[in-house]
């Protein structure tokens, strides 16, 4: 699921984000917004209170300050409970506000603790939860079910090819070879990336030189326009990682950023780098970019921007999808920035 950014205060919960008057307070840091709807009650106490001051103070026809501390008394004397007592009220919308944000950030294992008498609350909490629980079995069954039929077709693919080995040569048998291989890659990839999920694909850790197998995959893709260039004179870079499985990544990456950058002269470009916490590599074309809409969807499963789904411009759109979840088993990250008609750069994070 996209994650849900949450670095402004949002208009739906506060009809003034931002106050521009004396002081020009802002909002500095991310957090969740201020129920308003509590500070208005709150602050209608306040008014009645002030009111109430108002009154008495001048309900004599006189005005004596010696009266002024005497009521501020009595009107704090009602404003802290009732302070208390509203939060405490609201604090199962507060709790409700951080279930829907975990749950649409992905987190479909936030469960709330039905606690105190059975009331309104308790059983919207109890139905929140049987919501989440019952979205998590339906994607749960999905996925079991890609990955069965995946499994399904392995043989029959294998016994189909090795049928066509024993063919005589010429454009069908070829053709039909490219159409078993491509079908091949994808049901490697469904099955990986599924393994990679459910943590039973396990990594094989060990001393990694990200500039050696920048180079080893740049000398791969030598003979494809409009090229790949690795930019600057990068040192050694050693990481702890699996070596095949960044490989699968790099090579995905790269594959793709090639493939849209046909008709470009500008070369791809491999950026390398690392400070104290991270080292990162960074894949730079020039192509025809990504629209912004379809940028947070990429790396979702079988997503496309090309909806017509032709093979002239994509695979099944599982590359990306993979190579998310090789990078967060990890400890690490891709992220993706584009302009589109100006090109792509996703770059990978890996922590050290």
């Given amino acids: 699921m996209p994650e849900i950014k949450n670095n402004m205060k949002d208009p739906k919960w506060c009809p003034n984000p931002y106050w521009k008057g004396r002081g020009h307070w802002r909002w500095h840091g991310v957090r969740p917004p201020r129920h308003w709807f509590f500070m208005r009650i709150f602050f209608l106490f306040f008014w009645v209170c002030v009111i109430w001051i108002a009154i008495s103070l001048f309900s004599n026809g006189s005005f004596s300050l010696k009266r002024v501390p005497h009521y501020l008394g009595w009107a704090l004397l009602v404003m802290a409970p009732c302070f208390f007592m509203l939060k405490r009220m609201f604090r199962p919308l507060r709790m409700l506000l951080k279930g829907v944000k975990e749950v649409s950030e992905g987190n479909l294992d936030f469960q709330f603790e039905a606690k105190g008498r059975h009331g309104e609350i308790h059983y919207l909490a109890e139905s929140f939860n049987l919501m989440v629980q019952r979205i998590r079995e339906m994607v749960q069954s999905k996925d079991q079910l890609l990955l069965d039929v995946s499994h399904e077709l392995r043989s029959p693919l294998t016994r189909l090819k090795v049928a066509l080995e024993m063919t005589p040569k010429g454009k069908m048998k070829d053709s039909m070879l490219r159409d078993v291989s491509e079908m091949e890659t994808m049901i490697t990839e469904i099955l990986e990336t599924e393994r990679l999920k459910n943590g039973n694909g396990k990594l094989a850790l060990g001393p990694v030189d990200l500039d050696a197998l920048a180079r080893e995959t740049q000398a791969k893709f030598k003979s494809r326009k409009p090229g790949v260039k690795i930019a600057g004179k990068p040192k050694a870079l050693v990481i702890q990682a699996d070596e095949a499985r960044v490989k699968t990544v790099l090579q995905n990456v790269l594959e793709n950023a090639l493939k849209y950058s046909m008709g470009r002269k500008k070369p791809v470009e491999i ?68 302009e589109p008609g100006q090109g792509t750069k996703v770059t990978l994070y890996f922590s050290r």
């Fill in 271 to 338: 950026h390398l780098s690392q400070d104290e916490k991270e080292a990162t590599l960074a894949v730079q074309d020039f192509g025809q970019g990504i629209p912004p809409e379809d940028q947070e969807k990429v790396f979702e499963p079988f997503y496309r921007v090309d909806k017509s789904r032709t093979k002239d411009t994509g695979g099944y759109g599982l590359g990306l999808s993979l190579c998310r979840e090789i990078m967060l088993a990890h400890g690490g990250d891709i992220r993706l920035q584009s």
